[in-house]
């Protein structure tokens, strides 16, 4: 089984960062995609990023794009989401994904297999 350990969330004022991180252990780190969600109170879960095996593409929700940078250290099985400009509509349970190993889209939830417990991202106005 694959375990993902996520960290870095919290509360923070609009126009603020975070940088969460995401340990993933039991699995080839380097041989999948990760992604990472997001779900808001009441909503359904969404997709915020994705990163190839290798690192060297990258994939985002428009909502995102230009304010968060996923990227990942396949030598430490880590991957980590950059949030930059916070603002309040970003405030959700935020959850880091490995992807399966046949899968060809990258922004489905149907596309991962394995999933972290979530990290809470508020942010105040």
Do not use: H
């Amino acid at each position: 089984q694959v375990q993902l350990v996520e960290s870095g969330g919290g509360l923070v004022q609009a126009g603020g960062s975070l940088r969460l991180s995401c340990a993933a252990s039991g699995r080839t780190f380097s041989s999948y995609t990760m992604g990472w969600f997001r779900q808001a109170s009441g909503k359904e879960r969404e997709f915020v990023a994705a990163i190839s095996r290798s690192g060297d593409n990258t994939y985002y929700a428009s909502s995102v794009k230009g304010r968060f940078t996923i990227s990942r250290d396949n030598a430490k099985n880590l991957v980590f989401l950059q949030v930059n400009s916070l603002k309040p509509e970003d405030t959700a349970v935020y959850y880091c994904a490995t992807g399966r190993y046949y899968s060809i889209g990258y922004s489905s939830r149907g596309d991962y297999d394995y999933w972290g417990q979530g990290t809470q991202v508020t942010v105040s106005s």
